[in-house]
């Protein structure tokens, strides 16, 4: 079975702070993706992956950015973290490129104060 | 990528009858990709139906795909109180990079 990991389920940190969200997965996939999920808009694409080093934009890409430096591994960062980051953020991976069946973390539920 | 939209957004049923639930898109797809997330979770993925295909099972869900209407229906038979969470379609054109964008969802629950 797919295993996506996140490195934390709860985090609470405090405006202007640097965050870092990690998310691992054990099967090898070529593509990783990054998603915020808020009450009443839904899941949207943050950022997402198709190889090692390689990252492209989703919908809402402001304020965030990204690290693959490792084929499992991809990293969330939010440079500056602001109140209207406060979210569900859920980490995702899949095996094959084109909109192919994608395997979700259990999520980290981010706080900004 | 393009986004499905489900209706009803939420859906309250006893445990034993059967909830459907209904995804519209827009433009022309490759596969239709139906997924659950349990409160607070990640998202499972369900099922997958490819455009060629008009009904698809597994176990008691059943997947219904009419690309002339751009629309597809989730059953869910027999249903259980474990079966209540949101669920999510995401179409898919299936070409390249072309990524998935999930819609809003319908939360279901199921009453013992």
């Known amino acids: 079975d797919v295993k996506v990991t996140q490195s934390s389920r709860y985090l609470v940190k405090r405006t202007g702070e640097k965050v870092f969200l990690e998310c691992v997965q054990d099967m090898d996939h070529e593509n990783m993706f990054w998603y915020r999920q808020d009450p009443g808009l839904g899941l949207r694409l943050i950022y997402f992956s198709y190889d090692v080093k390689m990252k492209e934009k989703g919908d809402i890409p402001e304020g965030y950015s990204v690290s693959r430096e490792k084929k499992e591994r991809f990293s969330l960062i939010l440079e500056s973290a602001s109140t209207n980051q406060t979210s569900m953020y859920l980490c995702?991976?899949?095996?094959?490129?084109?909109?192919?069946?994608?395997?979700f973390g259990p999520g980290t539920r981010l706080t900004v104060t | 990528s393009q986004q499905g939209e489900e209706d009803p957004q939420a859906l309250s049923i006893q445990e034993g009858e059967n909830a459907t639930m209904n995804c519209s898109y827009k433009?022309?797809?490759?596969?239709l990709q139906w997924y659950r997330q349990n409160s607070g979770r990640g998202l499972v993925h369900l099922i997958l139906i490819r455009s060629n295909e008009r009904e698809k099972h597994s176990g008691r869900l059943r997947v219904t795909l009419d690309t002339s209407k751009k629309s597809s229906s989730l059953l869910i038979t027999a249903s259980r109180a474990a079966d209540t969470a949101s669920y999510f379609c995401a179409p898919s054109r299936g070409s390249g990079y072309s990524t998935l964008t999930f819609g809003k969802g319908t939360m279901l629950l199921v009453s013992p």
């Open positions: 433009t022309s797809i490759n596969n």
């Open positions: 995702a991976s899949s095996l094959l490129a084109g909109g192919r069946e994608q395997y």
